[in-house]
């Protein structure tokens, strides 16, 4: 059924140069391999359409997903004209979401 | 085992952690990290308009709150709040004070207001060695304040790394205060965060840890808080410092009754080049916010738009329009919609005139026009960059005092 991402997982963002990453973690095996199944770099972007160029990496071993997204912050906090510079809440963005999440994992 | 705290996880986090870290246990080394890219770009400024400062002043304050009882407790402490001027700050310091300083790479890009390498942490090491009391470096990455004390302790080799990359999992975890207690942590509700402990690293000899934090603090410390702190500002897997490559898909978290406990952290041969922080002068910016209130609002938008753009020209200038209004609101703020402006332009007086031109249009434009707050002078802006250099160009020394 359709529920905001963040009803089964955690997030956290922030940025790296003009670069922001956005980890996302769930809390057991099976949310993971859901998610790892689920959250792919498209799924990403059209969850997020600001994501242009976008790198994926899994951290089963943390249950979690690191995207790296790049250039969303132009050149920087400083110098950014982004509403939120810093990406400080794109994962908040991102658990609001609304995705269809397996039953049995709610 | 080594107990490693960490009392600031920016410049201008919480004043009295220093004194809450060492009232609060027992401890051995209290760590603070002042410096984020922007912040350099602040120091940056700090040092044009003096040439005496350049560091982190809020720790200076804090060094005249707790220096004394830190030494009473045999605290050491390692922080790097020297910025861009380390000796400066090492020289106000009354104790046996170690600096770091070769970070300064301002010769090398002569075009960028600030310029450092990101130095690792055997200089911090040596310093502790020769018996400092205060350690105070420049630009280091924010994990080589816990990887040095660590391998200072523990007597570890340079090629040790698997042990160096443990500390700096336990280094990651700290370096942000409190979001590793539960500070802006998704799951906020399971927990009570109003006042959130600082974080504490219980250091092995083999470079696992516990992360905890005093009794009686607030926040918490469990699996949840730990991954999402070690999700925080990473990249790929292979997390590369100057002391060694850390590799995160190895880290193992297990809870702990105080804590977290990390193990299995594997290491491997660092980089051959260093990371550089480069800040560059990139013009003045200035921005304002016009709320637009009820029917028409993308109209409204267009026209102080129009306007704005006739009297001071479209270069420059970034629009996003927040359709925050909701149809036939109870509230006015409900009712209204957000117009954001930006400027970034290289002429100053074009950033402040961009201030007169959004006021003049305060009669002569939509109906209902009010901004949140008036726009002032406009600022200067920085842009940052990395670069990278190779190692040999860059010459670390710990100095003690």
């Known amino acids: ?106 | 085992m080594i107990r490693i705290g960490n009392a600031s996880g920016f410049y201008g986090d919480r004043l009295s952690a220093m004194r809450e870290q060492l009232e609060g246990g027992e401890l051995d080394v209290l760590t603070g990290d002042y410096l984020a890219e922007l912040t350099m770009l602040i120091l940056g400024r700090d040092r044009m308009k003096d040439s005496s400062l350049g560091y982190a002043k809020t720790f200076l304050r804090q060094m005249e709150d707790c220096l004394a009882l830190a030494l009473d407790k045999g605290v050491k402490i390692v922080v790097n709040a020297g910025g861009l001027n380390p000796e400066g700050l090492a020289r106000k310091l009354g104790a046996k004070v170690g600096y770091v300083t070769g970070d300064d790479l301002k010769a090398r890009f002569p075009e960028a207001l600030t310029a450092n390498a990101y130095l690792g942490a055997w200089e911090i090491a040596e310093c502790l060695d020769q018996g400092a009391q205060v350690v105070v470096t420049g630009r280091v990455t924010d994990a080589s304040l816990v990887v040095g004390p660590a391998a200072a302790h523990f007597g570890w080799a340079r090629d040790d790394w698997h042990r160096l990359a443990g500390a700096t999992v336990a280094g990651h975890v700290l370096e942000c205060g409190t979001q590793a207690t539960g500070g802006n942590y998704s799951f906020f509700t399971e927990i009570d965060v109003t006042r959130p402990g600082f974080p504490i690293a219980e250091v092995d000899e083999d470079g696992s840890c516990l992360i905890t934090k005093h009794d009686g603090t607030g926040g918490a410390v469990n699996v949840d808080t730990v991954t999402a702190q070690l999700l925080y500002e990473i990249g790929a897997p292979e997390y590369l410092g100057p002391d060694v490559t850390t590799h995160f898909d190895t880290i193992r978290l297990d809870p702990h009754e105080r804590g977290v406990r990390i193990s299995g952290t594997r290491g491997s041969p660092p980089p051959g080049t260093l990371k550089v922080c480069l800040n560059t002068l990139g013009g003045f910016r200035n921005s304002t916010t016009f709320v637009l209130t009820g029917l028409d609002v993308q109209q409204k938008a267009d026209l102080v738009r129009r306007q704005l753009h006739d009297a001071i020209g479209e270069e420059g200038l970034t629009w996003t329009l927040a359709r925050t209004d909701q149809r036939d609101a109870a509230t006015e703020e409900q009712a209204s919609a957000l117009l954001h402006v930006t400027i970034k332009t290289t002429d100053p007086k074009r950033a402040k005139g961009f201030s007169r031109a959004a006021i003049e249009l305060a009669l002569a434009s939509y109906p209902g026009f009010h901004v949140t707050a008036p726009p002032g002078d406009g600022t200067p802006f920085g842009v940052y960059q990395a670069a990278y250099v190779n190692r040999d160009e860059v010459s670390a020394k710990a100095v003690l005092l």
Not at chain 1, 10 to 22: H, M, T
Not at chain 1, 30 to 50: C, I, Y
Not at chain 1, 69 to 75: A, K, R, V
């Open chain 1, 1 to 106: 059924m359709k529920r905001p991402l963040g009803t089964i997982a955690g997030a956290r963002s922030g940025d790296k140069g003009g670069d922001a990453n956005l980890g996302v973690w769930v809390r057991s095996d099976e949310a993971f391999e859901w998610l790892n199944g689920f959250l792919t770099t498209e799924k990403l972007k059209e969850l997020l359409p600001e994501a242009r160029e976008v790198s994926r990496y899994e951290l089963p071993n943390l249950k979690a997903l690191n995207f790296v997204l790049h250039g969303l912050l132009g050149d920087g906090v400083a110098s950014s004209t982004r509403f939120d510079p810093q990406a400080k809440a794109l994962g908040e963005w991102l658990r609001s979401r609304e995705v269809e999440i397996p039953e049995e994992l709610l």
